[in-house]
């Protein structure tokens, strides 16, 4: 683990809270001065309170160890504030449609900034009866490839997930589809305006 709880964020999120320590200390079963030596940078909470005292502070372990709160404001889940995330490790992929702490084989993940498409990435585009059929000119070898096509409206999300062995290429329903967006595993993710 490359972070560990910090005593700053252990006072910020209780002081947030309006938590003394002596009543946070109540809610975990320690002492006071468990929480006074956290807060002061003379110890460390042992990995088997990071749950209770994120219990406590009304956030999750990943949160705790980031030291950041994370509310979704994005209360009417707008489909078109779609994030991606990748996982380096495993290759998992993770869409949220608001603000999320998303964590994978142990690693706090980014959300992908998507970027408009280079000639190297650039999404070629075909109309076919109620289907877009989107291709890019792309090596599809194991180390370098496309991994995945989304076709996002403000309804949903399309999804196809790609392998080295096939082409870069898919096919969508046309309704109401507003971008699309491909990642390459090597330079990250292109979005195109529909």
């Not at 949903?156 to 870069?168: D, N, R, S, T, W």
């Not at 329903?173 to 491909?182: T, Y």
């Amino acid at each position: 683990m490359d972070r560990y709880v910090t005593g700053t964020v252990i006072r910020r999120l209780r002081e947030g809270k309006r938590m003394t320590q002596e009543e946070l200390a109540d809610r975990i079963h320690v002492s006071g001065k468990a929480v006074s030596n956290w807060e002061t940078g003379q110890g460390f909470p042992d990995i088997s309170l990071l749950e209770p005292l994120a219990g406590a502070l009304d956030i999750s372990v990943i949160e705790l160890l980031s030291g950041e709160c994370i509310q979704n404001r994005n209360q009417v889940s707008n489909m078109l504030r779609n994030k991606f995330y990748v996982c380096p490790v495993c290759g998992n992929v993770i869409r949220t449609i608001g603000e999320a702490m998303i964590s994978c084989c142990g690693i706090t993940l980014p959300p992908l900034e998507a970027e408009t498409a280079d000639a190297e990435h650039k999404m070629r585009l075909e109309t076919a009866e109620d289907e877009y059929y989107v291709r890019i000119e792309h090596p599809m070898t194991r180390d370098h490839h496309i991994s995945f096509f989304a076709a996002v409206s403000d309804n949903g999300v399309q999804f196809i997930k790609l392998y080295p062995e096939g082409g870069a290429e898919a096919r969508f329903k046309r309704s109401r589809v507003r971008f699309l967006c491909a990642f390459c595993n090597h330079h990250g993710l292109f979005k195109m305006k529909v």
